[in-house]
């Protein structure tokens, strides 16, 4: 089952954020096994990330990549909300109810 996961990091701005995609690609998890979706959004110093990942498993791996890297640019990404996803709809696929 998949689950969503929610951040809301203290203080990430935009150039942070840039920043982490780039040491992850760098790492070799810019497309980490298990994520199915990403978004970054809201304002520049209070930005929020949620991504949907397959499994909770797969999360914690990436996570051993994420977490270093956060730490090190001073991100606090705080406790993230994660709840199973009730339903995810993907480009091309059609939707079950």
Request: charged share 15%.
């Amino acid at each position: 089952m998949a689950i969503a996961i929610h951040f809301t990091p203290v203080g990430m701005s935009q150039s942070k954020y840039d920043e982490v995609i780039r040491r992850l690609i760098a790492a070799g998890a810019g497309h980490p096994a298990g994520r199915e979706y990403h978004v970054c959004f809201g304002t520049d110093g209070a930005l929020q990330v949620l991504d949907v990942w397959s499994s909770v498993e797969a999360f914690q791996k990436f996570g051993e990549t994420l977490l270093p890297i956060l730490t090190s640019l001073g991100v606090d990404p705080g406790q993230p909300r994660i709840e199973p996803a009730h339903n995810v709809i993907v480009p091309g696929a059609v939707a079950a109810v």
